[in-house]
């Protein structure tokens, strides 16, 4: 019998209170299709009802692939567990997830991915949930939030603190999937699927080897479909014993705003000189000390916003291999890509799938990790999961809270205030106007990151700022790196109100930051 159904044939199959996980970074990877049929299934029939949604990365994005957004609506979806949420900017409208999450109207969580996909490892053998540090002292402990993100979900708590041998854990129990959807680019006819135009293999795998284990429903979402015994079996990704349905969706984007870049998949090595240099300003000032961190051969991981941009640096400064970038989706090396493309990568040597890269990232077996902050509290804590005033802005936490929980370095960069109108010449930075508000706050509003936590760990955190460079010290915030022409004493200390310092040794950033030619990087 052939596995290749309509999106209405696939969906019919999902029961009411069904738990679906969901395969998608985004755009990438994302079984839009057939999300779209279950929620028209639910607009025409009433049906399923009060489903969970697992997904331990964002399904859709706000440019035109909705994903999750599907799925908001009243009655359809009872919870959601997502280690990231659609996200963009101000200008478009709010996610109807989002609507939902901040009207109450959902029980939403907002779970790191790492913990997410071990959950998923953990229910698929059958143990007993997933034992951790990873998240201690932030918003994912129930000392803070618990993970939960309005009052629906504090009322149903889905992790505690548990004494193991000694010491103190997480404890997130079980959450067993009934359906896994997910996508590929080819299928055969016993549904063995292959991921040759795809940037990333994503966790698939792991979420319906968990769906079969329990007697679950795997749908596969894919562009085309060949006769059975043509895949090459090394090629195969997910083996058709695992598939129950195959929908075909020849239009399906790889990833946001693009169709298809084979240079994405993996399957064409672009020239570097066909990468655009980074744009001069003040944010590839910051992106360039960061780079400062940087010696050949290091493995770095990096993240989204000011971070993104430090491949491109090293890419001007004549050495774009001289180090190895990891990033959560799974690709290996080659040049992370950045705005609707972030999350891919081009002229990749590798692709982990997700869940293996987080083991990879909880354990810290990288050198450096370069991440982006909203706000940073005068403990040395991070906000990047939540901005109550326009919470879409933010995507959630992501893989961030398990790449920070071990790492042995991290760079975080971002703005010192918002809004600040700043003149920067190659002698120097100058504040012409102050911002309309400062991000070292006396509190952050979310604790993606404890400080606390890092000083226990012996962590070396650095914050890079286009004012200075501060560092994580037992008394606080420590700005020991100045850049020129900044004025410390009116444009870092009372522009934080007291609650940046600055050391009597700090130094003055090199004038090559804000050269206009390379800055002279050396691997």
Same mark, same amino acid.
């Given at each position: 019998?052939?596995?290749?159904?309509?999106?209405? &044939?696939?969906? *019919?199959?999902?029961?009411?209170?069904?738990?679906?996980?969901?395969?998608?970074?985004?755009?990438?990877?994302? $079984?839009?299709?057939?999300?779209?049929?279950?929620?028209?299934?639910?607009?025409?029939?009433? %049906?399923?009802?009060?489903?969970?949604?697992?997904?331990?990365?964002?399904?859709?994005?706000?440019?035109?692939?909705?994903?999750? #957004? %599907?799925?908001?609506?009243?009655?359809?979806?009872?919870?959601?567990?997502?280690?990231?949420? $659609?996200?963009?900017?101000?200008?478009?409208?709010?996610?109807?997830?989002?609507?939902?999450?901040?009207?109450?109207?959902?029980?939403?969580?907002?779970?790191?991915?790492?913990?997410?996909? #071990?959950?998923?490892?953990?229910?698929?053998?059958?143990?007993?949930?997933?034992?951790?540090?990873?998240?201690?002292?932030?918003?994912? #402990?129930?000392?803070?939030?618990?993970?939960? !993100?309005?009052?629906?979900?504090?009322?149903?708590?889905? +992790?505690? /603190?548990?004494?193991?041998?000694?010491?103190?854990?997480?404890?997130?129990?079980?959450?067993?999937?009934?359906?896994?959807?997910?996508?590929?680019?080819?299928?055969?006819?016993?549904?063995?699927?292959?991921?040759?135009?795809?940037? *990333?293999?994503?966790?698939?795998?792991?979420?319906?080897?968990?769906?079969?284990? %329990?007697?679950?429903?795997?749908?596969?979402?894919?562009?085309?479909?060949?006769?059975?015994?043509?895949?090459?079996?090394?090629?195969?990704?997910?083996?058709?014993?695992?598939?129950?349905?195959?929908?075909? #969706? $020849?239009?399906?984007?790889?990833?946001?705003?693009?169709?298809?870049?084979?240079?994405?998949?993996?399957?064409?090595? /672009?020239?570097?000189?066909?990468?655009?240099?980074?744009?001069?300003?003040?944010?590839?000032?910051?992106?360039?000390?960061?780079?400062?961190?940087?010696?050949?051969?290091?493995?770095?991981?990096?993240?989204?916003?000011?971070?993104?941009?430090?491949? /491109?640096?090293?890419?001007?400064?004549?050495?774009?291999?001289?180090?190895?970038?990891?990033?959560?989706?799974?690709?290996?090396?080659? !040049?992370?890509?950045?705005?609707?493309?972030?999350?891919?990568?081009?002229?990749?040597?590798?692709?982990?799938?997700?869940?293996?890269?987080?083991?990879?990232?909880?354990?810290?077996?990288?050198?450096?990790?370069?991440?982006?902050?909203?706000?940073?509290?005068?403990?040395?804590?991070?906000?990047?999961?939540?901005?109550?005033?326009?919470?879409?802005?933010?995507?959630?936490?992501?893989?961030?809270?398990?790449?920070?929980?071990?790492?042995?370095?991290?760079?975080?960069?971002?703005?010192?205030?918002?809004?600040?109108?700043?003149?920067?010449?190659?002698?120097?930075?100058?504040?012409?106007?102050?911002?309309?508000?400062?991000?070292?706050?006396?509190?952050? &509003? %979310?604790?993606?990151?404890?400080?606390?936590?890092?000083?226990?760990?012996?962590?070396?955190?650095?914050?890079?700022?286009?004012?200075?460079?501060?560092?994580?010290?037992?008394?606080?915030?420590?700005?020991?790196?100045? !850049?020129?022409?900044?004025?410390?004493?009116?444009?870092? +200390?009372?522009?934080?109100?007291?609650?940046?310092?600055?050391?009597?040794?700090?130094?003055?950033?090199?004038?090559?930051?804000?050269?206009?030619?390379?800055?002279?990087?050396?691997?």
């Amino acid at each position: 019998m052939s596995k290749v159904v309509t999106p209405a &044939e696939a969906v *019919a199959r999902i029961a009411d209170d069904a738990v679906v996980t969901v395969s998608s970074s985004s755009s990438l990877g994302c $079984p839009d299709l057939v999300l779209k049929a279950l929620g028209a299934r639910f607009r025409t029939e009433g %049906h399923p009802r009060r489903i969970t949604a697992l997904h331990p990365i964002a399904a859709g994005d706000m440019y035109g692939v909705p994903g999750m #957004d %599907h799925l908001a609506q009243d009655g359809l979806l009872a919870r959601v567990l997502a280690g990231s949420y $659609p996200s963009g900017p101000s200008s478009l409208p709010m996610p109807e997830i989002w609507r939902m999450i901040v009207e109450d109207r959902v029980a939403a969580w907002n779970v790191p991915s790492g913990i997410l996909f #071990d959950m998923h490892r953990e229910a698929a053998a059958r143990r007993p949930g997933v034992l951790t540090k990873v998240g201690m002292e932030t918003f994912a #402990d129930p000392i803070r939030e618990g993970c939960a !993100m309005n009052e629906r979900a504090k009322a149903a708590p889905i +992790v505690k /603190r548990v004494e193991f041998d000694g010491e103190t854990w997480l404890h997130f129990p079980n959450i067993v999937p009934d359906v896994c959807i997910l996508r590929a680019t080819t299928a055969d006819e016993r549904g063995n699927l292959t991921y040759e135009h795809e940037g *990333a293999y994503l966790g698939g795998l792991e979420q319906a080897i968990c769906v079969r284990n %329990h007697g679950g429903l795997v749908i596969a979402q894919v562009s085309r479909v060949t006769a059975a015994g043509t895949l090459r079996p090394h090629d195969v990704r997910v083996p058709g014993h695992l598939v129950d349905l195959i929908v075909i #969706d $020849p239009d399906q984007k790889q990833t946001c705003e693009t169709p298809y870049d084979p240079a994405i998949s993996g399957q064409i090595i /672009r020239p570097w000189s066909s990468f655009s240099r980074a744009e001069h300003g003040v944010e590839k000032v910051i992106a360039r000390r960061a780079a400062m961190e940087l010696k050949g051969g290091m493995t770095a991981n990096l993240g989204f916003g000011i971070s993104a941009m430090v491949p /491109r640096i090293l890419l001007e400064e004549g050495h774009p291999e001289a180090v190895t970038w990891a990033i959560e989706q799974g690709a290996v090396g080659g !040049m992370p890509l950045t705005g609707f493309a972030f999350g891919c990568a081009s002229n990749a040597w590798g692709y982990i799938p997700s869940p293996q890269q987080f083991i990879y990232f909880q354990g810290a077996g990288f050198d450096v990790s370069f991440l982006s902050f909203l706000e940073v509290d005068v403990e040395g804590n991070v906000n990047v999961s939540k901005l109550g005033k326009k919470p879409y802005l933010t995507a959630g936490c992501g893989g961030f809270v398990d790449i920070t929980s071990h790492a042995k370095k991290i760079v975080f960069a971002g703005w010192f205030e918002a809004g600040a109108q700043i003149a920067l010449t190659e002698a120097g930075i100058t504040v012409e106007a102050p911002g309309k508000f400062t991000k070292m706050v006396e509190q952050v &509003e %979310h604790v993606t990151f404890s400080g606390n936590r890092a000083r226990a760990q012996g962590q070396d955190v650095l914050y890079i700022t286009e004012r200075c460079v501060m560092r994580l010290t037992e008394d606080g915030l420590v700005a020991t790196e100045i !850049m020129p022409g900044i004025v410390p004493d009116r444009d870092i +200390v009372a522009a934080s109100k007291g609650r940046v310092r600055v050391a009597a040794d700090a130094t003055v950033m090199p004038l090559s930051l804000l050269s206009t030619e390379p800055m002279g990087w050396q691997p």
